[in-house]
């Protein structure tokens, strides 16, 4: 990953699911210091002992070789990086016969990152929002300062997620 005007060295990877996780991993083991936050304490704790409760093929042997390398730290709050991904649910839920998708995942990792954002930073959506969330967020972090966004959903298949991480085409939208 790089910008414009400078290179991405740190990566912060908020939502360490099954997207987060393998995400904040492979960047790891390709060299980028990595910071994976997860609220659910319990989860990081079973990430730092290797005992992981997504069954992915390979993703055992990725986490371990991140952690090892001192590349990827995992834990409950963000810190300072180049680079904010986002990897949270966003979950349906229904109103009045309508379904709608439940963004407050997504407005709580703005919450939880926005204390470190400086000018330069990029943030990156890999969750599936619907249209216009990803200009409202820009809007509300944007005052003053540049900050550069993008929109990345990611689809991958389980048991695939390794591969399909590297070798699938994707859509960005900035």
Not at 73 to 96: G, M, Q, S
Not at 158 to 173: A, F, H, S, T
Request: charged share 25%.
């Amino acid at each position: 990953m790089e910008k414009k005007d400078r290179r991405i060295e740190k990566i912060c990877v908020i939502g360490l699911g099954y997207i987060g996780l393998p995400t904040a991993s492979m960047l790891a083991n390709h060299g980028y210091k990595v910071v994976g936050v997860d609220i659910n304490r319990e989860r990081i704790r079973r990430i730092e002992e290797g005992s992981l409760n997504i069954v992915e093929p390979g993703l055992k042997t990725l986490v371990s070789g991140a952690i090892n390398s001192g590349n990827l730290k995992v834990k409950t709050t963000p810190e300072d990086a180049d680079a904010y991904i986002l990897c949270v649910p966003t979950p349906v839920r229904w109103e009045n016969n309508t379904p709608r998708c439940d963004l407050s995942y997504i407005y709580n990792a703005i919450e939880s990152i926005k204390p470190y954002l400086r000018e330069g930073n990029l943030i990156i959506i890999e969750s599936t929002v619907p249209p216009k969330t990803t200009r409202r967020i820009y809007n509300y972090l944007n005052n003053g300062r540049k900050i550069y966004m993008a929109y990345c959903p990611e689809r991958v298949l389980p048991g695939k997620i390794l591969k399909e991480l590297v070798e699938n085409d994707r859509i960005i939208g900035g």
